[in-house]
């Protein structure tokens, strides 16, 4: 079956740390992976997207890698910011008709 | 385009009265999907649209839940004698999406279901 997996929360981090949220999944075939952030009160936003094996995806200064050999779609940043703090979301798609979600990971970035 | 909206965004209801929501997708946009998000969890498929069809539901959503998209725009979710443990948020999606173009998922801010 088609699974995500994801590193629990919740993380804090000093503002300008580096950040790394760990994700691995299951599937059947070759999904496409993203990530979606929600920011307080907001609803889900895609932050980005990669949809083959070795893609990376990036926006904001986040990046992700999508690695087939070891089924991970780690989410990374050099340096977050206080604007950082959300929940974050990985998530695959087969088909593009059903998306698996994993079950979040808050961050909080204190000045 | 505002984007997605959903409407009530809180509704609470005693056990066993039928609910309805509503969403309004962006214009444009032929697939709108419907999850529920529970707290401390990601967002869990229920079903989705391409334009007025409905083409795939999630094995667990039960005979109580039934979702239309009359003329491929607005959608509504109805849940049957609820139940407590529908209390969810419910989310709604929508997205352009062609043949294999995975469109990019535009969320509304959800409507918080509290059964009692």
């Known amino acids: 079956g088609n699974s995500v997996t994801q590193m629990e929360g919740p993380v804090t981090l000093s503002e300008e740390a580096f950040l790394t949220i760990n994700c691995t999944y299951t599937?059947?075939?070759?999904?496409?992976l993203f990530w979606y952030v929600q920011y307080p009160g907001e609803g889900l936003q895609l932050l980005l997207k990669a949809t083959k094996a070795d893609d990376k995806g990036s926006n904001k200064g986040f990046e992700a890698t999508y690695r087939k050999e070891t089924t991970s779609f780690h989410l990374e940043k050099g340096s977050v910011q206080v604007s950082d703090s959300a929940v974050y979301f990985c998530a695959l798609s087969n088909t593009g008709n059903q998306f698996y979600f994993g079950t979040g990971t808050s961050l909080t970035v204190i000045p | 385009d505002t984007g997605v909206s959903q409407n009530p965004r809180h509704k609470i209801t005693k056990r066993g009265q039928n609910v309805t929501f509503r969403c309004d997708p962006i214009?444009?946009?032929?697939?709108l999907y419907w999850y529920r998000q529970t707290l401390g969890q990601g967002p869990e498929f229920l079903t989705y649209f391409q334009n007025e069809a409905q083409l795939e539901k999630s094995r667990l959503l039960s005979d109580r839940f039934s979702a239309e998209r009359p003329k491929g725009s607005f959608s509504t979710l109805e849940i049957q004698r609820t139940e407590q443990g529908d209390s969810a948020m419910y989310l709604c999606a929508s997205s352009l999406t062609g043949f294999n173009n995975l469109g990019e998922q535009y969320f509304g801010p959800g409507t918080r279901l509290t059964v009692t």
């Open positions: 599937a059947t075939g070759y999904p496409s």
């Open positions: 214009s444009e946009h032929n697939r």
